[in-house]
């Protein structure tokens, strides 16, 4: 099954981080990167720009109004995505407990629409 893991961090607490823990996280992402790669469980994932490039877009009787930024006010912004192909949902929890952003934001878990069993 596939899943998502969203995820979301604070930029400000990233920011303040050193150089040294920064290399720490990334060193963190590439190990299980590596081991996901190697397992045949990544999909696939990528960083997301910064909300200051996001514009979100609602039609409302008809005609689309766009305005910058995301969708809601908040510390915490979808900072970007990782696509698994794994067993069960446990699975993809315990991929998302180990994602350095569950430590400093959250890491939201979501199955395919398609790749669940009596789901279309």
Do not use: H
């Not at 192909?85 to 998302?96: G, K, L, Q, S, V």
């Not at 180990?98 to 395919?112: S, Y």
């Amino acid at each position: 099954m596939k899943y998502m893991l969203l995820i979301y961090n604070n930029p400000a607490t990233l920011a303040a981080l050193s150089e040294q823990e920064r290399e720490e996280v990334m060193a963190s992402v590439d190990s299980i990167l590596e081991e996901l790669t190697a397992s045949g469980e990544l999909v696939g994932g990528d960083a997301l720009a910064g909300p200051e490039l996001a514009r979100t877009v609602r039609v409302r009787d008809g005609v689309p109004v766009t305005t910058d930024g995301p969708f809601a006010e908040a510390k915490e912004q979808l900072a970007g995505y990782v696509m698994v192909d794994c067993a069960t949902p446990e699975r993809a929890a315990e991929i998302a407990a180990r994602w350095p952003d569950a430590r400093f934001g959250a890491m939201e878990v979501r199955a395919v629409v398609g790749s669940v069993e009596g789901e279309r």
